[in-house]
């Protein structure tokens, strides 16, 4: 079998996964992106920004798996390491995401005063 073939299928894969994932979070990543940024081409960038990210990190970890030392194992077993690679890579751009936008969201601070019995008549 050419070598490349088993490298397009790994990175088919990875793309497969990558665009699954923008689906699911696209609509509501620019919902939350609307209420944090304050004009749209603030929305326009986190998004592409976000997209990139989930793209490049499961390709990258896909690329730095040891395609020689699955060369002599079944595809099925190629396939599984594929999978493994392409999902550590979202994890990971999901991480870094969620790191960065997560410090743009304000947490309302605690209500003062006493706290309110609880159980008690």
Same mark, same amino acid.
């Given at each position: ?6 490298? %397009? ?11 699954? *994932?923008?689906?699911? #979070? &696209? ?8 209420? %944090?940024? !304050?004009? @749209? &081409? /603030? $929305? +326009?960038?986190?998004? &592409?920004?976000? =997209? ?5 990190? !499961? %390709?990258? +970890?896909?690329?730095? *798996? ?8 079944? !595809? #099925? @077993? +190629? $396939?599984?390491?594929?999978?493994? +690679?392409?999902? $550590?890579?979202?994890?990971? /751009?999901?991480?870094? $995401?969620?790191? =960065? %936008?997560?410090?743009?969201?304000? *947490? ?7 706290? !309110? ?5």
């Amino acid at each position: 079998m050419n070598a490349i073939v088993p490298w %397009l299928a790994a990175m088919l894969i990875s793309l497969s996964l990558s665009m699954a *994932v923008l689906a699911v #979070l &696209s609509r509501p990543l620019a919902r939350v992106l609307a209420s %944090l940024c !304050p004009d @749209e &081409s /603030g $929305v +326009a960038f986190w998004l &592409s920004y976000t =997209r990139i990210m989930l793209t490049i990190a !499961p %390709l990258l +970890a896909t690329l730095l *798996v040891d395609w020689g030392a699955a060369a002599g194992r079944p !595809p #099925l @077993e +190629a $396939v599984r390491l594929t999978l493994m +690679a392409a999902l $550590v890579g979202l994890l990971l /751009g999901l991480y870094l $995401v969620g790191r =960065r %936008l997560g410090g743009f969201v304000r *947490v309302p601070p605690p209500p003062s005063g006493p706290a !309110p019995a609880v159980g008690r008549p």
